[in-house]
């Protein structure tokens, strides 16, 4: 068939790409094409997350999401050579730090504000630092921010590999719209939604978002979280790749059988299979971890 200049790009150069790139991988295992959580169940339902994909964590408030983005910002920055940023609207550098060491060292970050060490631990938290400051995570806490401020501050990074922001509710889409309306909200969101899309794509690095669901959650029969959840949040569950949401059985039940223990919920995969995967979750360590019986990856 005769290409006609300039109107569609032919079958054969999408098939010549695709070639190439499954060559490329058959002779370079090792090439990072996608960057992982760390957390093995959760990475065999995702395969990853891809370049160019829009990745939302959406919860109620303390179930979690902030930590969950620290433990894949930190394995993320460890393991693939490439600048990991993350904004903040909300807590400073300094905390979200606060929250690493405490990972980094395992020492409970009570101890940590207080200051009250043993010397076993103050050998641990000196280690701790020293990882965390050799790594390659960049935190920019900055709650004035638009997107189109964080997306110029990426576009100075030369070695990119992914980006987190925390969260999509605080971020100002720039527009000067001061009615607060509902319908000016959820253009709101669209913007914002089409511009961390934009990011990712024209940038070719997952961008992850973290999202408050509002507390109509709390008064249904299922707290859990539903794609519907996002409806309020303009076009973010039609421009996102993947979506999880995040719930705690503890967090409406105190008596709950299931203590610490988070269900990471895949309410949408573009390149994978749904499911629930849960995770231990030690609030205090700020750290996510494998239960015992999870399905090997494969």
Same mark, same amino acid.
């Not at 109620?60 to 993320?76: E, H, Q, V």
């Not at 940023?85 to 020492?107: A, C, H, P, T, W």
């Given at each position: ?20 790139? %499954?060559? &490329?991988?058959?002779? @370079?295992?090792? /090439?990072?094409? #996608? ?5 093995? *169940?959760?990475?065999? +339902? ?67 504000? %207080?200051? &009250?060490?043993?010397? @076993?631990?103050? /050998?641990?938290? #000196? ?5 965390? *400051?050799?790594?390659? +995570? ?161």
């Amino acid at each position: 068939m005769e290409k006609i200049e300039n109107v569609y790009e032919p079958i054969s150069s999408f098939v010549h790409k695709v070639y190439e790139d %499954v060559h &490329k991988k058959s002779i @370079n295992p090792t /090439d990072i094409t #996608k960057l992982f959580s760390g957390l093995f *169940s959760l990475d065999r +339902l995702t395969n990853g997350f891809r370049k160019r994909d829009l990745i939302v964590v959406a919860s109620r408030p303390g179930m979690g999401k902030t930590c969950l983005a620290l433990n894949i910002a930190s394995y993320a920055a460890k393991l693939s050579g490439r600048d990991i940023v993350y904004f903040s609207l909300e807590m400073s550098g300094q905390q979200l730090v606060s929250r690493l060491l405490s990972k980094e060292s395992k020492i409970i970050e009570n101890r940590l504000k %207080v200051g &009250k060490l043993h010397k @076993n631990e103050w /050998d641990r938290f #000196k280690r701790a630092a020293i990882s965390i *400051s050799d790594s390659s +995570l960049v935190i920019i806490d900055d709650a004035t921010m638009s997107i189109t401020d964080m997306y110029n501050k990426c576009k100075l990074f030369n070695n990119l590999g992914l980006v987190i922001i925390d969260y999509v509710q605080l971020i100002s889409s720039g527009s000067n719209d001061p009615t607060g309306k509902y319908e000016n909200r959820v253009q709101n969101f669209t913007e914002i939604s089409r511009m961390m899309k934009v990011m990712a794509v024209e940038l070719n690095i997952p961008v992850i978002c973290l999202s408050q669901l509002n507390r109509d959650i709390d008064y249904r029969t299922n707290q859990k979280p539903a794609l519907n959840d996002l409806r309020e949040f303009g076009s973010l569950s039609q421009d996102a790749d993947v979506i999880f949401g995040l719930y705690r059985d503890d967090y409406y039940d105190v008596e709950s059988g299931n203590p610490d223990t988070v269900e990471v919920i895949i309410l949408k995969n573009r390149h994978g299979s749904g499911g629930t995967v849960p995770l231990g979750w030690l609030p205090e360590r700020a750290t996510f971890y494998e239960l015992p019986g999870q399905p090997a990856w494969g």
